[in-house]
């Protein structure tokens, strides 16, 4: 059984993250929020996205990136971006791999962007993104079809 973990980098939008959590506990993946958050994880819109999956999740709430990279220091990492030519498609998923996203309006640091472990999911020239969520699932389920739940 693979397990996938999701990583949300300064979420902003709470029905995004409660989405999130939801798609979490559907598939057995960890859910790590970073840095700052955009919300209160009390805030009805998140419970309300998330619905009565919140028990079903696990949820590790970090400080930065850093500590992430401590706790983890021998997993692979894959930050999703826009500033790749690198598709998700291309990569074989393999069991405690870490789908790092950015925050809804800025997406993640240079910093990560620039690795090569960047990745991305195509897209119509001229748009600017996807929804957080969508990208969540969609680079989420295509792990687990590599390698089933």
Known sequence: MTKINVVLYEPEIPQNTGNIARLCAC????????????FSLSDKYTKRAG?????????????SMKELFETNPNANFYYLTT???????DIKFKDGDFLVFGPETRGLPDEYVTQPNAITIPMKEGQRSLNLSNSVAITVYEAIRQNGI
């Open 27 to 38: 598939c057995g993946a960890d859910l790590y929020l970073i840095g700052k958050l955009g």
């Open 51 to 63: 619905l009565d999956y919140w028990d079903n999740v696990n949820i590790f709430r970090l400080d």
């Open 83 to 89: 500033k790749s030519k690198k598709l998700y498609t």
